[in-house]
């Protein structure tokens, strides 16, 4: 019962791989748990990779603070991550929504779907199904399927030592996003972040940083651009996206791949709305960066020879050397200035905290 008690969710993870393990499976499944969507062999020419992911009010999401059109884009976003992290194009979703009465009698499924459609029109995905209940809390299944060239699929599981680690975009404004809403900031009104709601004694430039801030943590944009990229021109060794954290994601990649990583702190693209808020808010962009969760940004790796193939941005968006694997495994280590120590995984976990 207290091992049942202390057991997080990559605990429980690991031991229904174990007893995945000694079942039989199918041979078309090319990859099941233990990456960022499931693999499964479509034709001698294409795979398909499928994610799903929840969003549970209260927990992964503050109803208060998050206006419905940008939840719905988040619910689709998640996924599209997922399989962006895959190296694989989205196709086509499912999406499954039990909601209270009081939801359900609001714009709510209207202004949710809106925001679900544009996110969705804007990478050609379908939605193809899903399911709708009633129930005590807001609650959204998300899935994505996507195709990918045979055994084009990126793993976790495939990085080699002396590879360089990559991540796309910058790190920290989600995290810091989440520490706003919490300390009480609002997405403005029409939920673009575009008008700052504005406080007589505020700093104007203070203002869009925090509505910056709150845009990543409520409506982040899936780099599914360099997912493609990544994956068909065959760039990538390995590949998971940032959704727990960048030490915790770190971790799960060199675990799979059974190596280790070197990190230089000060190549970690800081998000420069954390910067300038930093020190008059208490949020530290290093800390934030390292272990704030949800950038959904892509952490990849590349081996030597391939570094100069990398494209400089795809869809605006450019990417940052972090780092190298080693060959020592699970070994995390991080270099700032003259000191280097272990980077421990703080992210994200869920039931870490039910210690009776
Ligand atoms: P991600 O953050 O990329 O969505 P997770 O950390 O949620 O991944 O999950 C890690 C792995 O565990 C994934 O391969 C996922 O499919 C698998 N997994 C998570 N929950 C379950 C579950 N309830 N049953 C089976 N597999 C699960
Ligand atoms: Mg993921």
Redo the contacts with the bound molecule.
């Keep these: 019962m207290l091992f049942a008690a202390l057991m997080n ?2 605990d429980f ?1 690991r031991r ?1 791989r174990e007893q995945l393990s000694t079942r039989k499976t199918s041979t078309r499944v090319v990859a099941a ?6 693999v499964f062999r479509q034709s001698s020419d294409r795979d398909l990779v499928i ?3 929840l969003l549970v009010e209260g927990i992964d999401f503050h109803r208060e603070a998050t206006p419905p059109r940008l939840l719905g884009h988040k619910a689709l976003a998640v996924s599209l991550s ?1 399989i962006a ?1 895959m190296g694989a194009r989205p196709l086509w979703s499912l999406v499954s929504i039990g909601l209270p009465q009081s939801a359900w009698d609001s714009d709510f499924k209207d202004e949710f779907f809106t925001g679900y459609f544009t996110l969705a029109d804007r990478f050609g995905v379908t939605l193809t199904g899903g399911d709708i209940s009633e129930s005590t809390q807001i609650v959204i299944d998300s899935i994505v399927v996507g195709e990918v060239s045979a055994g084009r699929a990126v793993m976790r599981s495939t990085a080699q030592p002396g590879d360089q680690i990559f991540v796309t975009g910058n790190l920290g404004g989600a995290a810091a996003g989440l520490k706003l809403i919490e300390l009480g900031a609002r997405v403005s009104a029409d939920g673009s972040g575009q008008e700052a709601d504005r406080r007589r004694d505020a700093d104007p430039s203070d203002d869009h940083a925090i509505q910056s801030l709150l845009l990543r943590q409520l409506a982040p944009e899936p780099r599914v651009g360099w997912g493609i990229v990544l994956g068909e021109e065959h760039l990538a060794t390995s590949m ?2 940032i ?2 954290g960048l030490s915790s994601d770190l971790h799960h990649l060199c675990n799979e791949s059974n190596v280790g990583a070197a990190i230089d702190a000060a190549s970690l693209p800081l998000d420069e709305n954390v910067v300038q808020l930093c020190g008059r808010r208490a949020l530290d962009p290093l800390a934030l960066a390292l272990h704030g969760g949800e950038d959904f940004e892509l952490l990849f790796t590349v081996s030597p020879e391939n570094v100069s193939r990398l494209p400089k941005r795809v869809d605006a968006v450019s990417c940052s050397r972090i780092g190298e694997l080693t060959d020592k495994p699970y070994a995390v280590l991080i270099q700032e200035k003259n000191r280097s120590w272990n980077l421990q995984p703080q992210g994200f976990t869920h039931f870490t905290r039910r210690v009776p």
């Design positions: 969710e990559f993870i229904l748990i233990g990456d960022d969507a499931a994610s799903t992911d997922d992290a998971i996206d959704s727990d």
